[in-house]
């Protein structure tokens, strides 16, 4: 007799900021989503990853390791937007392809208050004509602020694009260059 699949639990929470409310979401091994909930595609990725985790969502009954981790995402997040946080210590569940996860892994490398191009972190992962896929890679980040995605600005010194929007992406790099 085949065993049922085990459902990965999903502590699902709300957290308020200075850009808008964000929602976070961790299991036991660390946070699998963070993003704005006004996001375009905010249900899009909201379902892959609860799918790709074969999870269940919950907003209640957390177990201590959940609580810790989340209570860790709703501190350092606070203290990143007061501008005291340039480094996240939370355990990162990335839930992509290959290419993605390298493509994230590189933006963890991007020091607070800098940006780079999408060619350079192309270039970075050793992929120098995948520019666009790069692109792509960075607007399918499921972790927001915490994979620094708004750290990668176009060519030409524009801002590119950033999923919560662009508004969302100047306050932001507004915020690491004045501290």
């Given at each position: 007799m085949e065993r049922p699949i085990k459902?990965?639990?999903?502590?699902?929470?709300?957290?308020?900021?200075?850009?808008?409310e964000m929602i976070a979401c961790?299991?036991?091994?660390?946070?699998?989503?963070?993003?704005?909930?006004?996001?375009?595609?905010?249900?899009?990725?909201?379902?892959?990853?609860?799918?790709?985790?074969?999870?269940?969502?919950?907003?209640?009954?957390?177990?201590?390791?959940?609580?810790?981790i989340m209570d860790s995402v709703e501190s350092e997040l606070k203290e990143y937007y007061l501008g005291k946080r340039?480094?996240?210590?939370?355990?990162l569940i990335l839930i992509g392809t290959d290419f993605q996860k390298k493509v994230w892994k590189e933006l963890l490398q991007i020091?607070?208050?800098?940006?780079?191009?999408?060619?350079?972190?192309?270039?970075?992962?050793?992929?120098?004509?995948?520019?666009?896929?790069?692109a792509n890679a960075n607007g399918k980040n499921k972790i927001s602020i915490i994979i620094p995605c708004h750290r990668v600005i176009a060519n030409n010194g524009t801002l590119g694009g950033y999923g919560g929007g662009l508004d969302k992406k100047q306050f932001l790099l507004n915020l690491e260059s004045s501290n």
């Open positions: 459902k990965e639990i999903i502590y699902k929470k709300t957290i308020p900021t200075p850009l808008g961790t299991t036991k091994k660390g946070l699998c989503f963070l993003d704005f909930s006004d996001r375009k595609d905010f249900t899009k990725l909201f379902h892959k990853m609860q799918e790709t985790l074969n999870g269940i969502i919950t907003e209640k009954d957390i177990e201590k390791e959940e609580k810790e340039k480094e996240f210590t939370i355990p020091p607070y208050g800098k940006t780079i191009s999408y060619l350079q972190e192309a270039n970075n992962i050793n992929q120098p004509k995948a520019f666009r896929a790069v």
